[in-house]
């Protein structure tokens, strides 16, 4: 009987070694399930099998799935092992599977302004689905409008969604939309209330790149002082689906102000809100937001209270807008609401006002009027030089009113209008020579081409009866509409700003507009958007689809043209678009299994100066087999392309090709080949000296190029580490880990990073990343000479240095 134990227990321990080394197909994620070497068409029917039946009691099930072949059942049965599904909390066993979207969530520090809190929120504690709205649909991740109208249709019906086999049959709904919904929703009441929340600390000692696009420009100019350290600490907690606050406090490198000094920069800002109040007949309040808050309706146009500039920011996909009213906990200091909001919901009615009193950093005239508000990081009161004697620091108070009024009578269909009023304490009136420090230059350079939008800043002189102090105003209103048709929607936006007093009369005042057509299948998609802004709309809280931000190509560039470094802030950081008017389309089909293409083509004309512009970029990816990726991009952009000889035109071309390695335990390796070149239009006097010999400064091109490799390597399943090194010379965008850097180097450099990221426990996380970059010498002088005593002259040994960087991010998160 003994042997008879060791024997099986050897055999059991044996079968366990043996299986350590499989993928437990009855408990495994999606992501895991996709490590299998078999076609992405047999894992989509294991996952079938897995929704419709529950789970696999055999390995020869396998065996009977129809289109599963013989000889890939029998690559699935030396790859998975079959054990019975584990019965644990969904909510803790959603986020063990899916914690690295979580942490994604909680680095995310901008371009998901207002969605972040409620994405975690709902990751962690999901909604029934069958209480949702359309909107609280919409705004999840990468859920298409079809697929929120899909949703609601179904239940506009009779029906209940009690499952996700309910959710995934859902006439309409994409497979994408059923699996970005399903993993933030439930299917039963649950009326329990738990606390859970929170805690996020990041510091660092570098700027972020405040509009990240991979076309965006440097700053080099600006030197910013590491200390005091960059910190950003945010606080989250919510009660059940009842109850949220939030709280965050912010410093940018190099600021230097009292935390308490009311005077000086506010750091600190946060919110209550209160959900799903019922008014029994009358209909029900959907939210209250006391505090500080972000409201963004429709595309864009009207309003949008973020202070992030995204370029080509559709909606769609993985650039979504908040639809709606959201607590404020975020980095943005510039464009945030403080104040009382509130959404109310009578049937198909929605009913959202809101009301905001805030402080807002502006450049004064010495007529205690101000000329532009004025976005800064870091905020300094005198500017980088310390000449700006008026201050640019909490000098101007706004105090904006408005309100959404939307209907949706059917589930397909919304309409609404949006407006808004804000009026200011001081005049509004632009004077040039405050910021321009050489104003020969100004509206007459032609490389500066664009002035004429600055020329269109919006003034103001007019009181109100709503408020004593008010001595400047600015209105706006507008309406957009959305309809779904099956497999297609229409949506879009036209917004209108009152310039000459008249409310109801629009006729003289400017508008700008936006509608789009988003077409889906399951294997295609095709977005179509034109969009067409006056040069006069001049909105400060518009945040639609643009390719660039306003003032771009304007004297606000060249920061040695102002009289303070500071005032370069007037393009750099520009939340608004530019004025253009172009249509767009992109498209993404996947013409096999193993090969994907997308295509993103925008041609446009800058209103300011009828610059026409022309930007085609395409992506390849090729995989054959799941654990391997060959990715393509090419991009072609250019200006003035029918015309060479402008001296404004320019033509880009930039080539990356990506090989990458997907290993074991979600190890990666990739490499990457870069190259781009950018031809400009030759001028004579940067090619030939005075008395015609050659120039040793400027030519006619600007290449970059670069060779880049990485890996990713999880040592268990709290720790891993994440790192790449790259050679490089030009100008390079990339992603490093977390953070959007871009780089440019007139000489071989060599840039690395390296990042550890552990799971000191179940709920708490801890992520360091450090940076350095190094150039070759570099030797700015051609020849220099000193007079000698005999009247000769003397050759002096050229200067050489060498410029290197190093940085530094570290992020710590704690949730309960």
């Known amino acids: ?114 969605l972040v ?33 899909a949703v609601m249709k179904f239940r506009a ?74 910190q950003y600490y945010k606080f989250y907690l919510s009660y059940g689906q009842k109850l949220n606050f939030g709280l965050a406090y912010t410093q940018s490198l190099g600021e230097m102000t009292p935390v308490f000094d009311t005077t000086a920069v506010p750091r600190i800002k946060g919110y209550a809100a209160i959900n799903d109040i019922s008014l029994g007949k009358l209909g029900r309040i959907n939210k209250i937001i006391a505090g500080d808050y972000i409201a963004s309706f429709g595309q864009g146009v009207v309003m949008e209270t973020v202070d992030y500039f995204a370029p080509r920011k559709s909606g769609y996909g993985w650039r979504k807008r908040l639809t709606g009213i959201s607590g404020d906990a975020s980095r943005a200091r510039a464009y945030s609401q403080t104040g009382i909001s509130g959404e109310y919901q009578y049937k198909w009615l929605y009913l959202t006002p809101f009301l ?158 936006t509608v789009n057509m988003y077409w889906e299948f399951e294997n295609f998609n095709f977005l179509a958007l034109y969009r067409h802004y006056d040069l006069a709309f001049d909105n400060p809280y518009q945040r639609s689809f643009s390719n660039y931000a306003r003032y771009k190509t304007t004297i606000f560039e060249d920061i040695y043209y102002l009289h303070d470094d500071i005032y370069g802030f007037l393009y750099s950081g520009a939340s608004q678009p530019q004025a253009e008017k172009g249509f767009y389309y992109s498209t993404r089909y996947q013409l096999s299994r193993a090969l994907i293409l997308n295509v993103e083509h925008d041609f446009w004309e800058r209103m300011a100066d009828r610059a026409k512009y022309n930007r085609l970029v395409a992506r390849m990816e090729y995989r054959p087999v799941f654990n391997y990726r060959v990715r393509f991009r090419q991009k072609w952009q250019g200006r003035y392309l029918d015309n060479f000889f402008t001296s404004n035109v320019y033509r880009s071309y930039e080539t990356i090709l990506t090989n990458e390695f997907y290993l074991s335990r979600f190890d990666r390796i990739f490499f990457d080949l870069i190259y781009g070149y950018t031809e400009f239009s030759p001028r ?75 799971r000191v426990t179940d709920n708490m996380s801890l992520r360091f990343k450090y940076t350095v970059d190094t150039r070759l010498d570099q030797n700015n002088i051609v020849e220099s000479y000193i007079q000698l005593d005999d009247g000769g002259t003397l050759l002096l040994v050229n200067p050489n240095y060498r410029l290197s960087t190093n940085d530094f991010r570290l992020q710590i998160d704690y949730r309960f």
């Open 1 to 114: 009987m003994k042997r008879f134990a060791i024997i099986f227990l050897s055999g059991l321990f044996l079968m366990q070694a043996l299986a350590a080394d499989k993928i437990d197909i009855n408990n495994a994620a999606p992501e895991e399930l996709r490590r299998l070497p078999v076609p992405e068409s047999v894992i989509e029917q294991l996952e079938e099998f897995l929704l419709y039946h529950g789970e696999f009691s055999s390995i020869y099930q396998i065996r009977e799935i129809p289109g599963i072949s013989y000889a890939h059942f029998l690559r699935l049965r030396d790859a998975v092992s079959v054990f019975p599904k584990r019965e644990y909390d969904e909510t803790a066993a959603k986020i063990e599977d899916r914690y690295y979207r979580l942490e994604s969530m909680m680095n995310d520090e901008g371009s998901s302004e207002g």
């Open 117 to 149: 809190e409620s994405w975690i929120d709902l990751f962690t504690n999901p909604k029934d689905v069958n209480q949702m709205d359309y909107y609280d649909l919409l705004n999840l991740p990468a859920v298409s409008p079809i697929d929120a109208a």
């Open 157 to 230: 019906d009779g029906n209940t969604v009690n499952s996700a086999r309910d959710l995934r049959g859902i006439e309409g709904i994409s497979y994408y939309g059923y699996r970005n919904i399903s993993d933030y929703v439930r299917y039963t009441h649950d009326s329990t209330r738990v606390w859970r929340g929170y805690l996020t600390a990041t510091i660092k000692d570098f700027a972020g790149q405040i509009s990240p696009d991979d076309e965006g420009g440097l700053m080099d100019e600006i030197v910013y002082n590491k200390y005091p350290l960059d």
């Open 356 to 513: 905001g009193y805030n402080t807002r950093d502006a450049i004064l005239n010495p007529d205690s009027s101000f000329s532009a508000f004025i976005r800064m990081e870091p905020r300094v009161e005198n500017g980088f030089s310390g000449t700006v004697a008026l201050g640019l620091t909490n000098n101007v108070h706004e105090l904006l009113y408005g309100s959404n009024i939307r209907i949706q009578p059917l589930p397909q269909f919304q309409l609404g209008v949006t407006f808004y009023e804000s009026l200011y304490d001081r005049e509004l009136d632009f004077q040039p020579e405050v910021v321009i420090s050489d104003m020969n230059k100004y509206l007459q350079q032609i490389g500066n081409s664009a002035d004429a939008e600055i020329a269109a800043i919006y003034e103001s002189y007019a009181g109100s009866a709503l408020w004593k102090k008010a001595k400047a105003y600015r209105r706006v209103i507008g309406s957009d509409f959305s309809v779904s048709l099956k497999n297609v929607v229409f949506q879009g936006e036209i917004g209108v700003m009152d310039r000459d007093g008249k409310v109801l009369n629009f006729k003289d005042d400017p508008i700008a507009f």
């Open 684 to 758: 004579a006097r940067l090619v030939y000296t005075t008395s015609g010999g050659a120039s040793m400064v400027g030519n006619a091109g600007s290449p970059s190029r670069g060779i880049r490799a990485g890996f990713t390597h999880n040592f268990n399943d709290r720790f891993k580490i994440i790192a790449s090194a790259m050679i490089y010379n030009g100008f390079i965008w990339n992603f490093e880990d977390t953070d959007f850097r871009v780089t440019d180097s007139p000489l071989d450099a060599f840039r690395g990073w390296i990042t550890l990221y552990t």
